[in-house]
DNA sequence: CCGCGGGCCTGAGAGC
DNA sequence: TGCTCTCAGGCCCGCG
């Protein structure tokens, strides 16, 4: 599911009942995610406070009192649902807590402030990991993630150096998460439409001489820039199961303009194309032949 | 090193 | 209705 929008929107939904507060009772229903869970997770998270809840690319990264990092991906199919304190029912009510769980709710973390955190993903691509902080730097899941498209550090400038010399198409790049980190198949697509790129010209053509970047490179960082932004302002995309973490849908999905959109006509102004599919790497690609140079 | 395809899983939807 | 097939918002790994 869930791309830098959608994993920003959770984490959001998360930060009011997991900031500040400790973990009472963890329960782990299911640990075989992507990779297993340590034998010793919840007692690990157990009786620890929740520093402070960030995120690298589409991780949420939750800094805890014991010095370790719990990293949680959401993988393909993951979500977070959250029950806030305040929220719950009859206390005691033991069969309606219990029918609460849904299938697929692999990890509930029930935290002091009284809410409840509950992880769901059907196809288990999510994980979950502790890594003591002082060897973050470390983490080969993190190690290699390229800047942060919304932090100071990315521009047409670093863009367009990560893309020189690349064989690869644009479309292939900018899914790469070394080169930018947190963009996945939708935002590929609606940034390569925004800035009126194809997604089947090669990267390295973003850059001039030693990398330098050429006008394509600034449009595209501004398009990437623009459409994560947007895509935050709106709680993301809810194609099938994304939701924001209290049940709400996110409303991005209503301001595509090529995404799962084979056959309609293409939303710029003035152009009479119409948006086609094709494969790339695998994966669908949705763009305006007409005007995507 | 680089780029691509396979595979990991389950579920939804289309077509028959 | 029910079966089979394809596809899905990610990412690690191995191959050529």
Redo the contacts with the bound molecule.
Sequence with gaps: ???LP?VETVRRGLAPVMEGARFEKVEARRGDL?WPLPKDFVARLEGQTVTGLGRR??YILADLSSGEVLLM?L???GSFRVRMAGDEKTPGDFHHERSKLA??DHIVFHMSSGGVATFND????GCMKLIPRARLDEEP?LRALGPEPLGNAFNAAILARACAG????LK?ALSD?KIVAGL???YVCEALSRAHLSPRRKASTIAGRHGAPNERAEHLAQAIRDVLTDAIKAG???????RQTDGEL?YFQHSFRVYDREGAPCPTKGCKGRIRRIVQ????TFYCPLCQK
């Design positions: 599911m869930p791309e959608e992507r690319a589409k991906h993988g393909m199919s299938a697929h059907p196809r288990r691509f899941l690349k064989k690869a198409s292939a998460q996945g198949n939708i993301g995309s809810s194609l099938r199961d994304h996110g790497t695998g994966r669908s």
